[in-house]
Each structure stands twice: as C-alpha cells, then as structure tokens.
C-alpha cells in the first residue's frame, strides 16, 4: 500500500468523524433551522466516506469512481460547512476539503 | 423463503423509505427546530432497516440480533413520529409501528 | 413521485436481494473457486444498490450520479452472473440487467 | 471525547480495515473454499464495524446495542480467522479481538 492510499483512508475516516459530529451538534444548535443543508450534507457526506472506506479496503473494481463521487460530496459539504462560524461547521469544512484532496491525488 | 421472511423483508424496506422521506422532509418544515429528534431518529431507523436487509438476504448468521435491534429502533422512531401532525410524520410512525412488529414475528 | 422514481427504487430493493441470495449461495457452491468474482460482485452491487435505496428515497443531491455508478456495477456484476449456469446466478444477472436499465431511465 | 471512546472508535476502524483486506486476499487464496466462512464473516464484521464506527460519531441513542453486536461479531469472526494461517487471516483475528474488547471497555 502506498503513502496516497493511506493518506486517502485517513482522510476518508477523520472526514466521516467530522461530518457526524457536525450532524449531531446541528441538531442541537438553537439556529437550527439555518443548518438545514449543512445537515443534509453531513448525512450525505458521512455515508459517502464511509462507503469509500469500504471500497478501498475491500479492493474495489469501483475504487476510482467512489473516489471522484466522495470528492465531489466531500467538496460541497465543505463549501456549506465554511458558510458556518460553528467550531463543528469550520472542523467539518476542513476535513472535507482534505478528504476531497486526498481522493483527488489517490485517483490522479 | 417463509411468509414471515418475505413480510419482514418487505416492512424493512419500506421503513427505511418511509423514514428517509420524513428525514427529507423535516429538513424543509417551518418548524424544524421541534423535529431536531424526528430527523435523528428518521437517519437511525433509516440506516438499520439498510443494515437488516441487508443481513437478511445475504443469510447473516447475526440476522437474529440485528432483527432484534432493529425492531427496537424502529419502535423508538415511531413513538417520536407518533407525536408530530405532519403527514410524512404520521407514515412513518405507520411503517415503524409495522416494522417493528415484523422483526418480532421473524425472530420469535 | 414519479413512474420512474417508483420502478428505480424497486429495482434497486430487487437486485440488492438477488446479489445478496447469489453471494451466500456461490459461498456454498463446490466450485466455488470459479465463483470468486462472482462473489466480489455480488458484495460490490448489493451495497451500491442498499446506498442507491437510500440516496433516492432522503432525496439526496447527488442522486444522479450516484445512480450513474449503480448502472455501471450493475451491468458488471450482471456480466459476470451471465457467465454462470447457477439459477442464484442466472436470477441476479436478470435482477442486475433491469435495475441498470432502470437506473439509466430515471437519469435521462 | 473520552479514552475509551478514542480506542473504540480507532479499534474499529482498523478492525474493518483488516476484514477487507481478509476478504479480499482469501478470494486470490488457491484454497478459496476452504475461506468460505472466513469470507462470509470478514463481510459481516466489517459491515457491523462501520455501522459502529457512524453510530459512534453521530451519538447514536442506540451505541451501546450496537457496540454489543459488534464485539458479538468480532469475537466470532476472530475466532474463524484464527484457525487458518494465512498472514492476513492471523492479522484479521488480531484487529478482531482488540475490536471486541474495545467495544466491551467502551460499554462496561
């Protein structure tokens, strides 16, 4: 296993944690009600890197295209996550912009 | 296949729909702030009723167990969507009710 | 919700218990060396089909391309099932050929 | 965050990591069908793992059933690990075990 593949793994498993703690600490944010995509995307997000650390570990016919679709997932939760001053919403957005690197270099 | 294989199977899934539409839903109402444990709860059932799918047609040897955690995620889901008016809220508390019950047959 | 929406869902629901039926009977074949694709296959599809299901139904925004992946695990699993004399294989090449073509239409 | 949490949480990732790596090295085995229970439990093991692992992060009312049902899992998939010799057999049954006692420490 290459330095790429366990960059990328690791980035795919510290995004997933991000993304479920954003998710859980929305749900309990007085503002709740501006969280709505940022919790859409928490959900879509987690699932994704998760799906994506299976794919990868499990040696995947599909790794690459799980790759690109986690980081475009991975991109825009980050892009709504960075719209937040919420200390999970900034925590989020950069584990998702390194999560969508990363598969970007994995998939390069 | 028994009858009670293929009705728990059948109630899964459209738990998981049911939940996963009032998810959706929730994250477009008003008064979302009030459904903060509704969309918790939808993503819970939502994802075990995948799990137990899953586990039940690929011959799980834990199908048992997670029917068993299934049924009492699904009831913990339908009592939260028994106490809000919103139709999407109303069907899944219907589908969790029915769920639940499903698992129960198939394990007893 | 719409027709295709509607065949989509339930293709998906069907192929993902055809992989799973076919997974757990090629891990009882006698020639199940032969089967080893086959295996890796039917695991691949059964679970892009589970996160297709769940995708669809939370209303997901990356729906669409999700969709695009399941088609193509499912037109390689489906070829790879063909391959085989089985009756598990033969159901889960049919099961993965409409729920490609399913996955297409809803998507056009 | 607490330590058990932390150890948990990493068990089983890696524990998942592991699983994968089994199930697709005993697919290449030459003596594939004698893995069969081997692959079936590496699927399932690391199916419960990441199920534990967004149930963990996401607060779930239910970690304490499902860390259960993954020490269940783990404990019985090391156990098939452990009677065959290949190396990612012996390091699959390892990661298994610290995942189980992981999890039991995470509930006592």
Do not use: W
């Amino acid at each position: 296993m290459n330095s790429n593949y366990e960059k990328c793994l690791e980035a795919c498993l510290e995004c997933l944690e991000a993304c479920n703690v954003c998710f859980d600490a929305c749900l309990k944010e007085e503002d709740m009600k501006m969280m709505a995509d940022c919790i859409r995307l928490d959900r879509e997000c987690a699932d994704i890197c998760a799906f994506a650390a299976q794919a990868m570990t499990r040696n995947s016919p599909f790794t690459k295209q799980i790759l690109e679709l986690c980081a475009a997932v991975c991109e825009r939760c980050g892009d709504e996550c960075a719209k937040h001053n919420h200390n999970h919403c900034k925590r989020c957005a950069e584990a998702c912009k390194k999560c969508a690197e990363a598969c970007r270099q994995m998939i390069a």
